[in-house]
C-alpha cells in the first residue's frame, strides 16, 4: 500500500483524530507520478537546509517521488552554489554557471528564492506549511523561532507537519548551541582517530561521511514518521544530529570498546583490525585490495600466490593467530603482490572466491562497466547548462522507479510556479521581488 492509501485509509477509520488537511496531499498527481513508481508522490517536502547533510536527505526523499520546494535565500541561495570549480558551463556563456558541488545533492528539487527574514516571506513559507507534509532544516537550534518558523508554531498550523531538524550536536546536550562540521563531528566523534595508517597523523575520510550519514539517517526517520503518521493522524520532531549518527556509524568499533573496556586498537590504514589479511597490497605497477575474511579464504589467497606452505604454518593457522602475527605475516604477502602487475593478479584472482579489487581513482569508478551496467551515472537536461551527466540513485525496486526527474534547478527557478500556487498574482510577485523578498526566474 503506497502512503497515500495509508493516509486515505487512515482517514476514514475512527482512531484517526486529525483534520483531514493534516493527512492528505494537496496536489494533483500528474500522469507519470503513479505512486506504485514514485513511492512518496503526493508528499510535499520543503527544504529549508544548505550544504550537504540537508540536501542529501531531501535528495534521497525527491529521488522517491516527493515534491521537494528547496527554499533559498534570493541572492546567494545555497552556499554550494558558490563551492567550485568546477562549475558546469552556462549555456550561455556568461557567469560561472553551477557548481558541481550544489549539482551532487540538489536533483528533483523545485527552487523557490524566499528571504524568511521579511515577515511577507515568514507568512508565505506558513502558507506553504500548512499544505505540506514535511519540512527539513538545519539552522541551529532556536534560531528559526525568531521568524516563527519553530516545531511549536508551525505544527499548530498543520498538526500532521513531520519537521526534521539536523545539527551538529542535537537540540539537548551541553553542545547543542555549537555549529556543527562534518570534519569537526569526524574529530570529536572517534572516526578521524581511527582513520589513517598506524604511523601516520589522523586524517578525514575522503568524503564528508557524517554529512551523508545523517542525511540518510534523517530520509529514513522522516519516511517512519509518515507512516506513523497515517497510523496516528499526528506529525512530530524528529532531531537529527551529526555527533549521534557519527557514534552510530562506529558500529562493530563501538561495541568492541565497549565490551572489553580497552581503548581501541587505533589507526589501520586499510587493514582491519579483527581479520588477517584484509587490507591493500602493492603491485608492480600499483596497488591491489585482498580479503581473506576467513580461514578458507586465507587458503584460496596462500594457493593463488604459491605460497601454500602458509597454509599450515603455525603462525598463521587460524585468523586469531593472524592477528597477533600481523606484521610478519602482512610483509611476506606483500613481498609476493609486487612480483606482478595489478592486471596480472586480477586474472589470477578472478573466479577464485577471494575478495579482491584494485584501487580505483574516481574517474575510473565513474566509468567502471559494472558502475554503467547499474545505470548509476545518468545524463539530465539542465535550465542554464545544457546536459550534465550525475550520478543517480542507488537502490533499485522491483516495482518502484526511483529516479532523477528534473535537474537540479537554478536560483530562483520555480519560484513564480511555487508562489502562484498559493494563488498570488504575477502583480504581487513582482512587487515581492522589487522589494528583495523573492527572486523569481522566467
Known amino acids: 500500500m503506497s502512503l497515500l492509501a495509508t493516509f486515505r485509509s487512515c482517514h476514514i477509520r475512527s482512531s484517526c483524530r486529525a ?69 558546469a558551463k552556462p549555456l550561455s556563456g556568461e557567469g560561472p554557471g553551477e557548481s558541481a558541488y550544489f549539482l551532487a545533492a540538489n536533483r528533483n528539487k523545485k527552487s523557490l528564492a524566499l528571504s ?154 586499510t587493514a582491519h583490525p579483527s581479520i588477517v589479511p584484509y587490507e591493500s597490497f602493492p603491485t608492480a605497477d600499483g596497488n591491489i585490495l585482498l580479503g581473506g575474511g576467513n580461514d578458507k579464504l586465507y587458503a584460496i589467497l596462500c594457493k593463488k600466490i604459491n605460497q601454500r606452505d602458509w597454509i599450515s604454518d603455525p603462525r598463521f593457522a587460524t585468523n586469531d593467530i593472524r592477528v597477533i602475527n600481523r606484521r610478519i605475516l602482512i610483509p611476506m604477502i606483500a613481498a609476493e603482490t609486487k612480483k606482478k602487475t595489478t592486471k596480472e593478479w586480477l586474472e589470477i584472482f578472478d573466479g577464485s572466491g577471494i575478495p579482491y579489487a584494485a584501487i580505483n581513482d574516481i574517474q575510473a569508478t565513474l566509468s567502471h562497466p559494472h558502475v554503467l551496467a547499474r545505470n548509476m551515472i545518468q545524463e539530465v537536461e539542465h535550465p542554464l547548462c545544457g546536459n550534465i551527466k550525475l550520478v543517480g540513485p542507488p537502490v533499485k525496486y522491483s516495482e518502484a522507479r526511483p529516479g532523477i526527474r528534473s535537474a537540479p534547478p537554478g536560483l530562483g527557478q520555480h519560484t513564480l510556479e511555487v508562489l502562484t500556487g498559493l494563488g ?17 526566474v522566467e
Open 116 to 269: 524568511f527574514k521579511h515577515s511577507t516571506g515568514q507568512r508565505i513559507l506558513h502558507d506553504l506549511v500548512a499544505k505540506s507534509d514535511v519540512l527539513v532544516e538545519n539552522y541551529l537550534p532556536g534560531t528559526l523561532a525568531k521568524y516563527g518558523l519553530d516545531y511549536a508554531t508551525l505544527s499548530k498550523l498543520n498538526p500532521g507537519l513531520i519537521y526534521a531538524s539536523i545539527t551538529g550536536y542535537g537540540q539537548t546536550g551541553p553542545y547543542s548551541n555549537r555549529a556543527g562540521y562534518d570534519v569537526i563531528v569526524e574529530a570529536e566523534m572517534g572516526l578521524m582517530h581511527i582513520t589513517g595508517e598506524p604511523d601516520g597523523p589522523p586524517v578525514k575520510v575522503g568524503v564528508a561521511v557524517t554529512d551523508l550519514t545523517t542525511g540518510l539517517y534523517c530520509s529514513n526517520s522522516i519516511m517512519a514518521a509518515l507512516i506513523a503518521r497515517g497510523r496516528t493522524g499526528r506529525g512530530q520532531w524528529i532531531d537529527a544530529a551529526l555527533s549521534d549518527c557519527q557514534v552510530a556509524t562506529l558500529a562493530n568499533i563501538a561495541s568492541s570498546a565497549l565490551i572489553s573496556g580497552e581503548p581501541d586498537s587505533g589507526r589501520h590504514g
Open 424 to 440: 498570488m498574482s504575477r502583480a504581487e510577485i513582482d512587487g515581492l521581488a522589487a522589494e528583495g523578498v523573492v527572486k523569481a
Open 19 to 87: 483534520p483531514a488537511q493534516a493527512l492528505l496531499p494537496r496536489r494533483w498527481y500528474s500522469s507519470d507520478m503513479d505512486p506504485a513508481k514514485h513511492p512518496l508522490a503526493g508528499i510535499r517536502v520543503l527544504d529549508l537546509t544548505r550544504v550537504l547533510a540537508g540536501p542529501y536527505c531531501t535528495q534521497i526523499l525527491g529521488d522517491l517521488g516527493a515534491e521537494v520546494i528547496k527554499v533559498e535565500h534570493p541572492v546567494r541561495g545555497d552556499d554550494t552554489r558558490a563551492w567550485g570549480p568546477p562549475y
